[in-house]
């Protein structure tokens, strides 16, 4: 997923910020590719921040919920929301916060279930933001959980990856 970040964006991102970052998942696999990067993490769960902490990845971990606006000292070249948008209630107010906290030029990349995408008319959400956004990439469906049995085919995602204007 982030070799696609790596491969649409033509600069190394010094700041990122992995929303609902969990037990850091999309944390290890950002340090992997960009190893000087200062990588903040946020999750509204106190358990999977334990964890994530353990892993030495994230510079700063901050428990809130995503919807709800962190004032951060920094702004972003990109953030990650892996997993999550599935919880979103408010789609207006995240890329609301989205805006808020990266740079211009900066990117949003994240992942979203096809059937969910399908039942909000999700692409028109996507839309109604090119005021502030545009689409750098909107992938096929792929497998959402390829090394679990219970989801491999059942649910698919897609991944998109937004640039702030």
């Known amino acids: 997923m982030f070799v696609l970040v790596k491969k ?8 990122i910020l992995d929303l609902a970052c ?6 290890e696999e950002l340090i992997k590719i960009y190893k000087k990067s200062y990588i903040c993490g946020s999750d509204i769960s106190s358990k ?4 994530a ?5 994230y510079k700063d971990l901050k428990k809130y ?9 920094i702004k972003f070249d990109l953030i990650t929301m892996i997993g999550a948008m599935t919880y979103c209630k408010n789609f207006n107010k995240l890329f609301e916060n989205i805006d808020f906290y990266l740079n211009q030029k900066g990117y949003f990349i994240f992942s979203h279930r096809v059937d969910l995408w399908e039942k909000q008319d999700f692409y028109n959400i996507l839309e109604n933001l090119y005021n502030n956004f545009k689409i750098s990439h909107i992938s096929r469906p792929c497998s ?7 989801f491999k085919n059942k649910i698919k ?3 998109v990856l937004l640039q702030k204007c």
């Not at 649409?8 to 700041?15: A, E, R, S, T």
């Open 53 to 57: 902490e353990k892993k030495k990845i």
């Open 157 to 159: 995602i897609r991944i």
């Open 65 to 73: 919920n995503f919807e709800n606006r962190y004032n951060y000292r």
């Open 22 to 27: 969990g037990t850091g998942l999309s944390g």
């Open 8 to 15: 649409k964006i033509n600069f190394k991102p010094k700041k």
């Open 144 to 150: 959402y959980l390829p090394k679990n049995t219970n």
């Open 48 to 51: 999977s921040l334990l964890i």
